[in-house]
C-alpha cells in the first residue's frame, strides 16, 4: 500500500484542485450568471487573453512589495537587537510602536501622498509600515528567549557581549524572526494594494477598482488570483529560506517527517 500512498507535498495542490471542481460544477449546475461568481475556468481564461495588461500592473505592484518588503526587514531586525540590548530604549520607543499601529493604514495613506506624491514612495511607505511591526515584536521576542544562564556562562568564560550576542542570542531569535517575517509577507502586498487604491495609475490595485468599476468582475476575480498567487509565491520563498537556514530547528525536522 506504500506504493500508492500520495506524497506529503501533493495535499496542498489535490485540496485546491477539489475546491476549483466544486467551484466550477457548482457555478455550471446552479446556473450562477457571471456577473455574480464566474467560474474558475472564466478566470483562467482571462488569465489568458489579457495576460499583457496583467503583467503590466504586475511588475508595478510587485516592485512597490518587494521594496517595502525588503525595507521593514532591513530596519525592524537591527531595531528589535537594540531594544532587546538595551532596556532603556525599548521602554522609551516600543510604547510609540504599539500605540502607532492603533492608527489604520488606510486613513495615513491620503497623508502619504500629499507628502510624497503619487509615485512609487507612498505605496513603499505603506507597506513598509504594515509589514514593520510583526517583524519587530517576534524579533524581539526572539531575542529574548536566549536562555540567561547561557549568556551568563558565556560571559564567565571571558566571551565579549557581542560574542554572546552573534552565538547565542542570534541563533535563539532566527526561528521567530522567520515568524514574523512570514506574516510580514503577506502584509506586504496589503499595503501595497491600500496605496494603490488611495493614488495610482498603475497596479493591480488600480487594476481592481477599474475593474470594479465597469462591473467586470471576471477580471476582479482574475486580479484577486493574481494577487493571491503572488502572496504564496512570497510566503514560499521566505519559507525556503528559513530552511536553508534553520535546517536544526524542530520546525523544519517536522516539516520532513522527523521526530522532534
Keep these: 500500500m506504500d506504493r500508492f ?3 506529503t507535498s501533493l ?7 477539489l475546491i476549483l471542481i466544486v467551484w466550477e460544477t457548482g457555478v455550471r449546475i446552479g446556473g450562477v450568471p457571471a456577473y455574480l461568481l464566474p467560474p474558475p475556468s472564466a478566470i483562467a481564461q482571462r488569465l489568458f487573453t489579457d495576460w499583457d495588461q496583467l503583467l503590466y500592473h504586475f511588475a508595478a505592484t510587485t516592485l512597490e512589495v518587494v521594496i517595502g518588503f525588503v525595507l521593514a526587514i532591513v530596519v525592524s531586525i537591527p531595531l528589535a537587537a537594540l531594544l532587546a540590548q538595551i532596556r532603556i530604549f525599548e521602554r522609551m520607543l516600543y510604547p510609540v510602536l504599539v500605540a502607532s499601529q492603533t492608527i489604520p493604514k488606510v486613513a495615513i495613506a491620503p497623508l502619504l501622498v500629499v507628502w510624497f506624491g503619487f509615485g512609487l514612495m507612498p505605496k513603499v511607505l505603506i507597506a513598509f509600515l504594515i509589514c514593520f511591526f510583526p517583524i519587530v515584536v517576534d524579533s524581539l521576542v526572539g531575542f529574548r528567549s536566549a536562555p540567561k544562564e547561557v549568556s551568563w556562562l558565556a560571559r564567565s568564560m571571558g566571551a565579549s557581549r557581542w560574542q554572546t550576542f552573534v552565538n547565542f542570542q542570534v541563533p535563539a531569535a532566527l526561528p521567530h524572526i522567520f515568524a514574523g517575517v512570514k ?3 503577506t502584509l506586504a502586498i496589503v499595503g501595497a494594494i491600500v496605496g494603490e487604491f488611495v493614488a495610482a495609475d498603475r ?6 477598482i477599474v475593474a470594479n468599476g465597469a462591473l467586470d468582475v471576471t477580471l476582479s476575480f482574475t486580479v484577486l488570483v493574481v494577487l493571491s498567487l503572488m502572496g504564496v509565491a512570497l510566503f514560499a520563498l521566505v519559507d525556503r529560506v528559513e530552511r536553508w537556514a534553520l535546517p536544526w530547528h524542530v520546525s ?7 521526530s522532534p
Design 183 to 185: 506574516v510580514a509577507s
Design 203 to 208: 497596479g493591480l490595485g488600480y487594476q481592481l
Design 5 to 7: 500512498r500520495i506524497p
Design 11 to 17: 495535499d496542498g495542490p489535490i485540496v485546491g484542485l
Design 252 to 258: 523544519q525536522r517536522l516539516k520532513h517527517g522527523g
